[in-house]
């Protein structure tokens, strides 16, 4: 039954709070990554105010950064163009960056480009070019800091 009288929230941006064992590590790693200063910056904490997408990044130091559930982020994006525009910049601004064009990955074909943080968080730029296939072949997984390795399971 729907609920006549809820209110449209209106949603102003996705917010991503990052554990981090080294913030000045990490607090540049982003700064090349997003193409952007961080808006705020304190002892052990950093935030970036991204405009496009739509994002609150907070880094947060912590004494032991494990890995956890995450297996990896992602910033989905318009063209195969976009994918090469972001990769370049990364390249440029000093990032190791991994191209994976024309896979299929998630039941989708795609074309993307990755990097990794300084604490393994992988991190992919994609557009997909054809979606909802009815088999995958390769999937996209993070147990290796910069390498995608393929597996049964998707993401």
Known sequence: MENKTAKEVKTLKAHLA??????ERSTAFYKKMLG??????RTGYAKFDVKNPPLNL???QV??????????LGIQVE??????????????????????MQTNC???????????????????????LE???????????TDAPV???STAQCC
């Open 79 to 100: 063209s195969t163009e976009d994918v090469l525009n972001i990769r370049q910049r990364w390249s440029e601004s000093g990032l190791t960056t991994r191209e994976e």
């Open 106 to 128: 998630c039941y989708a074909l795609q074309d993307k480009s990755w990097v990794s943080d300084p604490d393994g968080n992988q991190w992919e730029v994609f557009v997909v």
């Open 147 to 149: 390498s995608i390795q």
């Open 131 to 141: 979606d909802n296939l009815s088999t995958s072949s390769s999937c996209c997984t």
């Open 18 to 23: 990052l554990n981090v064992s080294d913030i």
């Open 36 to 41: 952007i200063e961080p808006s705020k910056e």
């Open 58 to 60: 907070t880094l947060n």
């Open 63 to 72: 004494a032991k950064v494990t890995h956890g559930a995450l297996s990896h």
